[in-house]
């Protein structure tokens, strides 16, 4: 049977492990996973800039905005016959609340797959043992704790640098590939969305 997991993975090694070699750090390569994550949110920002159409989805936005303040104007005045003509008019809202949940949808649908297979290719890599220690203050105030403890890395242990014993001992304050990659991501993600012309999701 043709093996088309291997063969992607295979590739990934191709492309990544010379990128690797080149880390200032190369057995804890955390430039190739901000790399990555820089590679993915273009890939994210481009698709949601093509595949959307940004102009119709703001109107539909501030058409729901302007349906909601009168929705809750007509709650709080108890006009019966107002609430009435809103209810009619309610059916071309969730028609167009439809709309722009499947338009939201089509990125998603697009970058799920690489998504899945980059991030599964780096846990079997040696990326999955990338780590970093934080200063204990950003480290408790991103909540990193809980999310060690829910983690199948984690196991719901006291000590969540338990994660970290292939290193040969425990690490204070430490987060492993994924916690340094969703770090990554969410630093660089408005960066992108600025340079690819998008408005801020926020």
Not at 52 to 72: I, T, V, Y
């Amino acid at each position: 049977m043709f093996d088309i997991l291997g063969l992607v993975f295979s590739s990934f090694d191709k492309i990544f492990d010379p990128i690797i070699a080149l880390d200032p750090n190369p057995k804890n390569p955390l430039l190739v996973i901000f790399f990555i994550a820089f590679l993915l949110s273009i890939l994210t920002n481009l698709t949601q800039k093509y595949l959307m159409d940004h102009e119709k989805l703001d109107s539909m936005k501030e058409k729901s905005a302007e349906f909601q303040k009168r929705l809750n104007d007509v709650r709080k005045s108890g006009d019966a016959k107002a609430m009435s003509k809103l209810q009619a008019e309610q059916q071309e809202f969730m028609k167009d609340q439809s709309e722009m949940m499947m338009m939201s949808f089509k990125p998603m649908l697009v970058t799920i797959i690489p998504f899945l297979l980059i991030l599964w290719w780096m846990r079997a890599s040696l990326l999955g043992h990338v780590y970093v220690s934080f200063p204990m203050f950003p480290y408790w105030a991103v909540l990193t704790p809980i999310w060690h403890s829910i983690s199948i890395y984690g196991g719901g242990a006291p000590d969540p640098s338990i994660v970290f014993e292939f290193v040969g001992y425990h690490l204070p304050n430490a987060v492993g590939y994924l916690g340094w990659y969703t770090l990554c991501m969410f630093t660089l993600s408005p960066i992108v969305r600025k340079l690819v012309g998008l408005k801020s999701a926020f």
